[in-house]
């Protein structure tokens, strides 16, 4: 086997807390990360030597700054393999977006590589070696929904809550995630947002209320500087959204319909307000 064609999948924050920056530099989350059916193709084709990345999306690094590169390297080293990829990344998830589009890629790149170099490494594995070069990715790997701590890397999955209409608006900015960590205000808050009451919402499947109860702490830092992200959010609502929040470190901001015709109409009223906008299904 030469060739693989792949999927990579976005996802959302249904819910994110910060809860203290630690000694290390990282910061200590507890948040609800659910995969989406937005996607990348990524192309894996066995090479003698070296990596080859190419890609359709101007914004998107070519060299060792691309974190399918950094996927491909660790790999590489924790196996002791030496062999080459061409990869090649048809990018639809918006870039620096806040829907893990880096992460998600990396994460498809080590699954594929698995299976392309035969080296039977587990779920669990894949996982870690994911983590040393990214936080989301060892969700990506994982899939489907689930309550994550740590910076992202102790995962529980949880029931299944697929289906479900999400409508993502872009502004097209990139927003990075440094800055919005650089920003975020931690100290003397009384509040927290209430994750496990959000885990009970999704294993009963329950839609309405897990809309309702949406939250991310990053909110206010990414509104204060771009205000339309209040504004898109407030105009989902308005057209009819169970609940609208932004997805990770932004300024993605999507909402969550029960009613087919309500989301369409959404779209169509926010398409000219924004850069990016696409229908979606939970995975
Ligand atoms: P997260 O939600 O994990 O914070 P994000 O969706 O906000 O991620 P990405 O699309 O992963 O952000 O891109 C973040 C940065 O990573 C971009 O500025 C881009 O230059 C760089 N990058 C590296 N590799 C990739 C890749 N394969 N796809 C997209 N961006 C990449």
Redesign the pocket.
Same mark, same amino acid.
């Given at each position: 086997m030469g060739e693989l064609l792949l999927e990579s999948y976005g996802k959302i924050n249904l819910a994110l807390d910060v809860l203290y920056k630690r000694d290390d530099g990282y910061h200590e989350l507890n948040t609800i990360m659910q995969q989406i059916d937005i996607m990348d193709k990524v192309i894996l084709r066995n090479r003698k030597k070296g990596i080859k990345i190419e890609c359709n999306e101007g =914004? @998107? /690094?070519l060299n060792e %700054? %691309? #974190? @399918?590169y950094k996927a491909w390297e660790k790999l590489s080293q924790k196996t002791g393999i030496d062999k080459g990829v061409h990869i090649i #990344?048809d990018?639809k998830? /918006? @870039?620096? &977006?806040? #829907?893990? &589009? &880096?992460?998600s890629?990396?994460a498809t790149v080590l699954k594929g590589l698995n299976t392309l170099w035969n080296l039977n490494l587990s779920q669990g594995e894949l996982r870690e070696i994911g983590v040393e070069i &990214?936080a =989301?990715i060892p969700f990506c790997i994982m899939g489907g929904t689930a309550h994550a701590k740590g910076i992202g890397e102790k995962l529980t999955k949880l029931n299944n809550f697929s289906g479900k209409m999400v409508l993502l608006a872009n502004i097209g900015i990139?927003?990075?995630?440094a800055f919005v960590y650089g920003n975020l205000k931690l100290d003397n808050r009384n509040t927290r947002v209430d994750i496990d009451k959000m885990v009970k919402y999704i294993e009963d499947d329950d839609l309405p209320n897990v809309a309702r109860n949406m939250e991310n702490i990053m909110e206010k830092t990414v509104i204060k500087r771009y205000p339309i992200i209040d504004q898109i959010k407030k105009a989902m609502i308005e057209y009819g959204a169970l609940g609208s929040i932004m997805s990770?470190?932004g300024p993605t901001v999507f909402g969550l319909f029960d009613d087919e015709e309500k989301i369409h109409r959404c779209k169509e009223r926010l398409e000219n307000k924004v850069e990016k906008i696409y229908i979606a299904r939970t995975i």
């Open positions: =914004d @998107v /690094p %700054n %691309n #974190l @399918v #990344l990018k998830i /918006p @870039v620096a &977006g806040g #829907l893990a &589009g &880096g992460s890629n990396a &990214g =989301d990139p927003i990075s995630t990770g470190s």
